[in-house]
């Protein structure tokens, strides 16, 4: 499973790090990744680190977010800086893993934390 934490409420401008942490069975973790869902029917991707530590960033985020992971504690951060108000979202962690048994989960999914961002 995936835990995450750090959101709260932040003025414009300031900075948030969230955190997300994998536990249970798990082999291997592939990638890791941030989204985020605001109002409405869609969730999308924020930005997503690869093993080997590759990054994939938004264009809305690019610049201002920074991803990165530690593989010893199955960990995701997301440093947010520079935030706005569009910013405003629950953030959601995604892995892609391989468990114990070898069976690959590659929409494990955490419970979400909020950020919001006043203007």
């Known amino acids: 499973q995936l835990q995450a934490f750090g959101g709260g409420l932040v003025q414009a401008g300031g900075s948030l790090r969230l955190s997300c942490v994998a536990s249970?069975?798990?082999?291997?973790?592939?990638?890791m990744g941030w989204y985020r869902q605001a109002p409405g029917p869609e969730r999308e991707l924020v930005a997503s680190i690869a093993s080997d530590g590759r990054a994939n960033y938004a264009d809305s985020v690019k610049g201002r977010f920074t991803i990165s992971r530690d593989n010893a504690k199955n960990t995701v951060y997301l440093q947010m800086s520079s935030l706005k108000p569009e910013d405003t979202a629950v953030y959601y962690c995604n892995a892609d893993l391989y468990t114990a048994a070898r069976v690959r989960a590659p929409y494990v999914w955490g419970q979400g934390t909020l950020v919001t961002v006043s203007s």
């Open positions: 249970g069975s798990i082999f291997v973790i592939n990638s």
